[in-house]
Each structure stands twice: as C-alpha cells, then as structure tokens.
C-alpha cells in the first residue's frame, strides 16, 4: 500500500533549537518525495523534493531508501517556520498525483 | 503570471444536494488535480486531468466527477452530498502530467455540507 506517516500532529521548539520533522513512506517502487509548507493564510507551497538535493530557507531533506524515511532538518529554528508542513510522495511515470502525510504543525517558540 | 484560483471560496449545502467548484490553471498549465482535506487530515487525491481526459483517480466513488475544458480550467462536480463531504477541496495545476512536473494549489474551496 501506498502510504505517508508522519507520525507527530505538534512540534513545539524554542526560537534557535534544532528542529526534525518526522515523514516514513510505504510504496512498492521508487517514489519521489517532497515537503510542502502551508503558512497562516496562506496555500499550500512546495518547499523541497529530494531529487533536487537543495536547502530551503535552511531546510534540508534525505532521502533513506533503508529505513523509508524522508525526515525534515533545519539546525536552528526561526519564528518564521510557524506552520503546518506535509510530507508526501509521488511515484514515477504519467502521473504527478501526489500522496499526502496527515501533517506536523510547528510551532517555534520565542 | 496569474496563479491557480477556485470558486466559491466558502459554501453551504445539504445533505443530498449537489454541488460544482471550479478552478482555473495557471498559464501555461495543461494539467489539473484535485485533492479533498478533511480537518485534521493531509489532502487525498480525488482524480487529476490532462488535456481534457481523466489521468488517474483515488478512491472516491463515482459521484464525485469532474471535467476539464479546453483552455485547461476544469470543474469537480459532487452528486448526492453526504455530511462526511463537508472539507476543504484543493486544486492543483502543474505544466504537465509527469511526475517532475511540480504542482501548484489554488486557496481551496471550503465545502459545509449540513
């Protein structure tokens, strides 16, 4: 079964403390895997996907394919991260359909 | 560049009734997905279109339907609303159908079904 687990609903940090989020994935092949970030009023947003290998606003994602992991780091925390981050995969081919975690709110503290 | 907009932004029906939303693509954009978000859940993949033709779909059943028109907007029609219906539904657009192709949502339409 296709499935994304993100297994904490709230991550509280406080302002500079280092900060993972937690995504592991189920899929019977090699899937591509992506954050997307939601801000206060704002939409959905891609903030990173595995292939490209980059940092996002000090944001970085590996992929392991062992452990089925695709966990979210970030060595110190801003204010500015308070949202709700999903994880969620996509699997190769003519489709770009996307399969979602149930989300982390994070929220950092002053 | 204009984004992905959806209509209504809020609406109320009732049970039993039947609803449309509606989203237009960003230029230059010949695919469109949409995705139901339950409160407290990670949007669900409801079905996607590709220049006019459905190209994959989750497990909803049939009366949720959709279309897409020929200059790539497309609308999500819901048939008989039960009360578990009442969500928020996103739209997606990307360039294209492949799975490098990026998407990019729309604010959603929140759907209250009393």
């Known amino acids: 079964a296709q499935r994304v687990t993100q297994p904490e609903k709230l991550l509280s940090v406080f302002k500079g403390a280092p900060v993972e989020l937690k995504c592991n994935y189920s899929y019977s092949g090699s899937p591509e895997l992506f954050w997307y970030v939601q801000y206060s009023r704002q939409r959905l947003q891609l903030l990173l996907r595995h292939i490209s290998r980059e940092s996002i606003k000090g944001f970085t994602a590996d992929l392991n394919k062992g452990e089925t992991s695709f966990h979210l780091k970030k060595p110190f925390a801003q204010e500015e991260d308070s949202a709700m981050y999903y994880c969620?995969?996509?699997?190769?081919?003519?489709?770009?359909?996307?399969?979602f975690g149930t989300g982390t709110l994070l929220a950092v503290q002053p | 560049e204009t984004g992905v907009t959806q209509s209504p932004t809020h609406l109320i029906k009732t049970r039993g009734q039947q609803v449309t939303l509606r989203c237009s693509s960003q230029s230059g954009h010949n695919t469109v997905s949409w995705y139901q978000q339950a409160l407290g859940q990670g949007p669900q993949f409801i079905f996607q279109?590709?220049?006019?033709?459905?190209?994959g779909r989750g497990n909803f059943p049939p009366r949720f339907s959709g279309l897409q028109f020929p200059n790539y907007s497309s609308e999500l029609n819901v048939n008989a609303l039960e009360l578990d219906d009442s969500a928020l539904y996103l739209c997606?657009?990307?360039?294209?159908?492949?799975?490098?192709?990026?998407?990019?949502f729309g604010p959603g339409t929140r759907l209250t079904v009393l």
């Open positions: 279109y590709y220049r006019e033709e459905e190209n």
């Open positions: 969620a995969l996509s699997g190769l081919g003519t489709t770009n359909k996307l399969i």
């Open positions: 997606a657009s990307s360039p294209d159908r492949g799975h490098n192709n990026e998407q990019f």
